[in-house]
């Protein structure tokens, strides 16, 4: 068995992932979520979290982004032939509203920001 290191980006992602069990600990699961990977830092976010799909609304990646004023940007990706298409996106959401935004943009519940 390989055992990643302890890194900023795997804590970031551990983060993240706690974040949405704490406030829904089933909604991981009710999305169909799999293929977790730990988002490395880049000049536009300091780390994130991705996971494969499988909503009502939304089949495809999920990319949670931890920007740098400490707010996420949730997009939902497809890959089609090696094309990247941006579903959808919100931008300057507070770790509270993950489980409200996520449920909008994988599941298709109404969100009102």
Known sequence: MT???DTPTLRIAKT?????????????????AKDFVALTET?????????????LKHKGL???????????TIETVKIRKGEVKVCDSY???Y?????EVLDHMIEG????R
């Open 3 to 5: 055992y990643m290191e």
């Open 16 to 32: 993240i992932q706690s974040q949405i069990v704490a406030q829904s600990p089933t909604a991981l699961m009710s999305y169909g």
């Open 43 to 55: 000049d536009k976010r300091h780390g994130g979290f991705q996971f494969r799909t499988n909503g």
């Open 62 to 72: 999920v990319l949670i982004n931890l920007m740098f004023n400490d707010t996420y």
């Open 91 to 93: 931008d300057d959401v």
């Open 95 to 99: 770790a509270d509203q993950l489980i």
């Open 109 to 112: 519940r109404q969100y009102v």
